[in-house]
């Protein structure tokens, strides 16, 4: 009989908000082949030449304004949520990052040790697919199990952008801040070049080929992250009785030139604080876990934005982070 262990994997996050740290943690990031889709040798010069010269000051900087006693808040409050679930499930569950520590390749080691395991699930901590996020983390596991002569087997559950339990985590996370009183609701979802939505489309005729696309049914909706965060606003605004006129959706975290999806939250931002909103929220549904993206991006730099353009408050919603109905969706994920 098949003994299973649970590997979850996030992103990851330099080892020290200091600029030789962030330049590590940036080069193993960038230099994969799933975030910047280009020929290695295209890549190399492109993040030695152009990105690593400079954007480590200003990334070590923002990494400064959030950083705890613990270290990183990704990681920190990813151990919180492998706490969380070792207690409430019998299966030896692993935390790793795909980018710094620990390292996705000691978990998958560490799990396949263990007296008796022949299976071990990786569960992508992303709801979304995206071959920078999902692919990228089931690839390196592949790549350590044949490096290693595992004797264990990789299982991986789809995506759960539409999973009821995910769904209602999120509009659990969410209920007391959409209880008090505010203006709009922003569903910031992190961004990706448009190219990568069109990699990863198994027809290559369907997505972004017309304006609605993610409305048609098609099997590239299996792989296309466009189409999956518009089924997770449309299930949490179903969810929680928004209305058409009190919510956005925007993008974030744009890097380079290339054509982005669009709109950009600052963009939104700023239009919707030039119609009079004063009061905002953001939902940050593409992270499960709050980070560099949400906690500096949004909340610092965000507020920023907003205010700047005549808004008065903009307040980020966490992330679900170790809501206990987030803990009891992810022991949902890794049983079922």
Known sequence: MSQRAVLLVNLGSPDRPDIPSVRHYLDEFLMDRHVIQLPWLLRRLLVSLFILPKRPDRVAYAYGNIWTP?????????QDLLKEVQARIPLPVAVAMRYGRPLLEGGVLKLAALPGIT?????????????????????????????????????VPPPFYAHPSYINALVESAKPWLEQSFDHVVFSYHGLPEQHLRSADPTHKHCL??????????????TCYRHQIM????????????????????????LGRAKWLEPTTEHTLKILAAKGV???LVLCPSFVTDCLETLEEIELQGLETFKHAGGTSL??????????AWVETVCRLVQE
Do not use: M, W
Request: net charge positive; aromatic share 6%.
């Open 119 to 155: 299976e071990i699930l990786l569960l992508p901590l992303y709801p979304h697919y995206a071959e920078s996020t999902v692919l990228t983390c089931v690839n390196e596991a592949e790549r350590v199990i044949k490096k290693h002569h595992l004797n264990v087997t990789l299982t």
């Open 278 to 280: 004063k009061k905002v």
């Open 70 to 78: 613990r270290g990183s808040p990704l990681v920190a409050l990813s």
């Open 231 to 254: 089924r997770t606003t449309a299930a949490f605004v179903a969810a929680s009785g928004l209305r058409q006129e009190q919510y956005s959706i925007s993008f974030q975290s744009r």
């Open 209 to 222: 080929k017309t304006k609605n696309c993610c409305q048609v049914d098609s099997p590239a909706h299996a």
């Open 315 to 324: 307040t980020l919603i966490p992330c679900l982070n170790t809501h206990p």
